[in-house]
Nanobody, 121 residues
Framework: QVQLVESGGGLVQAGGSLRLSCAAS????????MRWYRQAPGKQRDLVAG???????NYADSVKGRFTISRDNANNTVYLQMNSLKPEDTAVYYC???????????????WGQGTQVTVSS
């Protein structure tokens, strides 16, 4: 079993910054990709950013230039640095990891419990 624990959410004024962290633990052989998603009330869960084990990244258009995803492979941790925050960034942010639990094993997708980010105007 694999657990993802997020931290770093909170309340911030528009224009401010927050840094989210997500640490993975458990039966992990390798983590292929780690992603951040967000879900605002009444809306679907959307991809915010992703990063592969090799460091390749992708971002939603709405956060490009403001958010930066990074990863510490040695500690199975992913970060999301969020700058120039806007009220529309308010959402629950979820960490997702695609994990291989054995050298020739299948890949499984795991989710964290979510962390609330609230940006006031």
């Amino acid at each position: 079993q694999v657990q993802l624990v997020e931290s770093g959410g909170g309340l911030v004024q528009a224009g401010g910054s927050l840094r989210l962290s997500c640490a993975a633990s458990g039966s992990i052989f390798s983590i292929l990709v780690m992603r951040w998603y967000r879900q605002a009330p009444g809306k679907q869960r959307d991809l915010v950013a992703g990063i592969t084990s090799g460091g390749s990244t992708n971002y939603a258009d709405s956060v490009k230039g403001r958010f930066t995803i990074s990863r510490d492979n040695a500690n199975n941790t992913v970060y999301l640095q969020m700058n120039s925050l806007k009220p529309e960034d308010t959402a629950v942010y979820y960490c997702n990891a695609v994990v291989r639990v054995a050298p020739r094993g299948y890949e499984y997708s795991y989710w964290g419990q979510g962390t609330q980010v609230t940006v006031s105007s």
